[in-house]
């Protein structure tokens, strides 16, 4: 049975469970199982069944793919009140994973059994809305991504990567690599010419951007 807290945490981030009868929410929370897990953990990788219908709670999911050579992609990230469309796919087709699931930031997170996740797809429009609209904002950032990699140069996924996130930046030059399915030394490459043109300062693991609107406009060219 979960918590008390738990619970709260779970109608709160995922409303649409609320509206289940009394009796049925009792059921399916009493069967949830919580996992906590540290950063850099491995939650699914390729090639693996799914176990479950995961729903985040605190903490984040990077899912990415990983070419032979060992190069990653970012696929999407999942934070709490969301979930993995992977996982959904993986249930609904009775498949295994095609990408690895690493948790980014230490999470804790609530799964629901397979079974569980079928019978609420059955007989519950709301969390069938839920579950088909997490589908296609999925497939709108999975399009944006195959667009980016498709069309536009490295240098200008980079300055839209970094206006994209909060200034200044603590990560390091391989784990902005491995978002944008590329090499270090090219990232660092790329990194160094931007702050000789002003746009950004450079420290360990340190990057802050000075120019944010020189950046963007590079990024639309």
């Not at 807290?5 to 059921?27: C, F, G, H, K, S």
Request: glycine share 6%; with cysteine.
């Amino acid at each position: 049975m979960l918590a008390p807290e738990i619970r709260t945490r779970v109608l709160q981030l995922y409303p649409t469970l609320a509206e289940l009868p009394a009796a049925e929410l009792d059921a399916l929370l009493d069967g949830a199982m919580v996992l906590p897990l540290a950063a850099g953990t491995v939650i699914f990788d390729e090639n693996q069944p799914c176990q479950g219908f995961p729903m985040l709670l605190s903490g984040s999911v990077r899912v990415i793919k990983t070419a032979p050579n060992g190069r990653e992609l970012q696929l999407y990230r999942i934070a709490p009140g969301e979930s993995c469309i992977l996982t959904s796919s993986c249930l609904l087709g009775n498949t295994r994973y095609q990408a690895r699931g690493v948790v980014e930031q230490a999470l804790e997170m609530v799964v629901l059994p397979a079974s569980s996740f079928h019978a609420l797809l059955a007989r519950h429009d709301g969390f069938r809305n839920y579950v088909f609209h997490l589908f296609s904002d999925r497939l709108t950032d999975l399009m944006q991504l195959v667009s980016a990699v498709a069309f536009q140069k490295l240098d200008q996924r980079l300055a839209a990567l970094l206006i994209a996130k909060p200034t200044p930046l603590n990560t390091t030059h391989q784990a902005l690599a491995d978002e944008l399915g590329s090499a270090r030394e090219i990232v660092s490459r790329l990194l160094k010419g931007f702050a000789d043109q002003g746009w950004v300062t450079l420290a360990r693991e340190h990057i802050e951007v000075a120019d944010k609107a020189a950046l963007k406009r590079f990024a639309e060219l």
